[in-house]
């Protein structure tokens, strides 16, 4: 019995570990292999094990560490080992992250890795020139592999183009031109050196370049308002607030460098890949004439007619127009020799595209039913010369602004800014800068003939008989018009003289030793010059409130035409206290009353009296933004702030912009 018992003691452990051991054999599943992983999601937590459902539940395991965990540890000692041996000055940090990527890099997508390998050699010279003259890290080439994988026309859901990724506001800052025939995000020698700039800014500002790369990718106000909200000052600090994007940015990098270092001991280099090589390239430069890729492709023998447009990936059509700003385009040194003995005017000439700019539709003529077409009649006439151009260099004076400088030549703010690239963003002018504006060539005036005048004499004509007013019984004034006779030229001359009227419209008076010319009484005219008649004063006539040009003219026995043209700078919206010009006849009220005269009858205004001294219109000047007292009367020689105010009855320095100003009196 008592051995019974020690047997029972002895057994029973060992069945439960059998028992025990057996289960867990059977909820154990072979291990996926490492290529079938998912890429690395900081983010989710997955459940890779699949158990039975009357097993146990297995806790959810983070996909990085399963990685990590599955990865022989001979593999991951081995990276770990070379990622800490580069030497160099960007992050080299090793954690499972990193590794995640390195095995997507050097397994999962080969495909991917030697796509970029074979551009290796084009571009990573041109991104080592760039970091050795702005002393940047020379790791940071891999940086474009990253973001393009060095494809200079690559372009993002976002919009973001180009070997670096520019975003259209970041381009602009960093002076690279963007318009409808060129952007100069995909140029890889304009881009490259733009993307140097920014980042040696950055580093500027973060002194850390694993910041550095966190804030070109996420945005320099991103990074800086996390780091005052959470206080941390390094990446890896940072990590768990910033969006997975940026968290996967740095190891992504990390990877990509040890990958491109260590692509033969992964033997992703191969005899099969295409590799491509930079060429020696030499440089045209169009000065703004219209020049056609295709048509030079086809003159040096090229079959593809699009060779060249691979030189200069920034150019958005195969062509550019004539009068755009002087350009460089690239062509391979290859064709030096076929082009050495072409004279330049001939190239330029067998290069201009054959659909320059969009030509206006040709209309066609009527078709009638029994009458025969005449496209001869009904010929196109041919379309207006462009004006042409001139250059001018203009000098910023103080004060001046874009939006004046552009009122001043007539021209758009945009076309400014772009002959002078300046950004979207910027308003204001330093002083003494140069900005240079095109504007139209004055045109040669045609000379107008000289009219000849003859000396007539001066005839009174017979007395005009007088006529009577008659009333009705309705209260109406019926004035009966007087029937004048037909006289002789000279005499109308004298009727015209003598008759003391005033002038409809002024008229210019001619020099006193030039005779007039006749006039034919058939054919009556009124002159519309805009001299004052001599018989009139200038007076300055003060608005006030309600008063507007219909009221002021009726009220002068003048047209609204006739105050226009006396006040030039005066608008339809008049203000108190605003001074107008007026002319006003002196002896208005002492002059007989005139006889009424039928239409066909012109009342001339006297040309035997000397013209009175005119009256100029005060100088006025429209308030911009930003303006003040001070500023205008430093723009004005011999004007002060007092007579500004004392011009424009103003009780204090404050003015409005669009709010006119008079300057200036005579």
Request: net charge positive.
């Amino acid at each position: 019995m008592k051995k019974l018992s020690l047997w029972k003691r002895v057994a029973a452990p060992g069945l439960l570990f059998l028992a025990f051991g057996r289960i867990g054999t059977a909820q154990t599943l072979p291990a996926p292999p490492i290529g079938s992983l998912p890429l690395p999601d900081d983010t989710v937590q997955v459940n890779l094990l699949t158990l039975p459902p009357d097993s146990l539940v297995a806790a959810p395991v983070d996909s990085v560490k399963l990685l990590w965990a599955q990865t022989p540890p001979e593999l991951r000692d081995l990276v770990g080992d070379r990622v800490g041996c580069i030497e160099t000055d960007m992050p080299h940090v090793f954690n499972n992250s990193v590794l995640a990527y390195v095995n997507f890099f050097t397994q999962r997508n080969r495909a991917y890795t030697q796509r970029v390998l074979e551009r290796e050699n084009m571009y990573f010279p041109i991104f080592e020139k760039y970091l050795a003259k702005y002393d940047l890290p020379n790791d940071l080439k891999y940086l474009a592999v990253v973001e393009s994988a060095l494809i200079p026309t690559a372009k993002s859901r976002v919009g973001a183009t180009g070997l670096w990724q520019f975003m259209g506001p970041t381009a602009s800052d960093w002076r690279l031109v963007r318009d409808e025939w060129v952007d100069e995000r995909m140029s890889p020698e304009k881009a490259t050196e733009a993307a140097c700039k920014y980042l040696r800014a950055l580093y500027g500002v973060f002194h850390d370049w694993e910041l550095v790369l966190a804030s070109y990718n996420w945005g320099v106000g991103n990074v800086q308002r996390v780091m005052r909200r959470t206080g941390k000052k390094t990446f890896w600090d940072l990590y768990p607030h910033m969006p997975k994007e940026t968290r996967n940015y740095v190891p992504t990098f990390t990877a990509i460098m040890y990958t491109m270092k260590y692509a033969r001991e992964h033997q992703l280099h191969s005899p099969e890949l295409r590799y491509q090589y930079a060429e020696p390239l030499d440089t045209l430069h169009l000065r703004g004439r219209a020049f056609d890729l295709r048509r030079l492709s086809q003159a040096v023998g090229l079959s593809d007619s699009l060779a060249l447009l691979r030189y200069n990936p920034e150019i958005k059509r195969a062509y550019l127009p004539s009068g755009y700003r002087s350009y460089v385009i690239q062509i391979p040194s290859a064709l030096r020799a076929q082009l050495v003995n072409v004279d330049r005017s001939t190239l330029f000439a067998y290069c201009q595209p054959l659909r320059e700019l969009p030509q206006p539709l040709v209309p066609l003529p009527p078709r009638m039913a029994g009458a025969p077409a005449a496209p001869a009649l009904l010929a196109a006439a041919p379309p207006p010369e462009a004006p042409r151009l001139q250059r001018k260099v203009h000098t910023v004076r103080r004060g001046q602004t874009i939006a004046t400088v552009a009122r001043h030549y007539d021209v758009s703010q945009s076309q400014l800014r772009r002959w002078n690239k300046l950004s979207s963003r910027q308003q204001t002018l330093r002083a003494q800068q140069k900005l240079l504006v095109f504007v139209p060539t004055p045109t040669e005036k045609q000379p107008t003939p000289t009219p000849t005048y003859t000396k007539v004499a001066a005839q009174v004509p017979e007395a005009l008989p007088t006529v009577a007013s008659a009333r009705r019984a309705d209260g109406t004034v019926v004035t009966p018009v007087a029937v004048v006779k037909p006289v002789a030229p000279a005499a109308a001359i004298a009727t015209a003289a003598a008759a003391p009227t005033r002038s409809v419209a002024r008229r210019t008076e001619a020099p006193a030793h030039q005779e007039r010319p006749t006039s034919t009484p058939e054919t009556p005219s009124i002159a519309t010059a805009t001299v004052a008649p001599a018989d009139t004063a200038a007076t300055l006539y003060t608005v006030r409130r309600g008063d507007n040009l219909s009221k002021i003219a009726q009220r002068h026995e003048v047209t609204v035409a006739q105050l226009m043209d006396w006040n030039p700078s005066a608008s339809s919206q008049l203000m108190p206290g605003q001074k107008l010009t007026l002319y006003v006849t002196q002896a208005e009220e002492e002059a007989p009353a005139a006889p009424v005269l039928t239409a066909a009858a012109p009342k001339p205004a006297p040309r035997s009296q000397p013209a009175a001294p005119t009256l100029a219109p005060p100088r006025t000047y429209l308030v911009q933004p930003g303006d003040t007292l001070y500023n205008i009367s430093r723009r004005y020689q011999g004007v002060t702030v007092e007579q500004l105010r004392r011009l424009n009855h103003l009780k204090s320095d404050a003015v409005k912009p669009g709010q006119k100003l008079i300057v200036e009196t005579s």
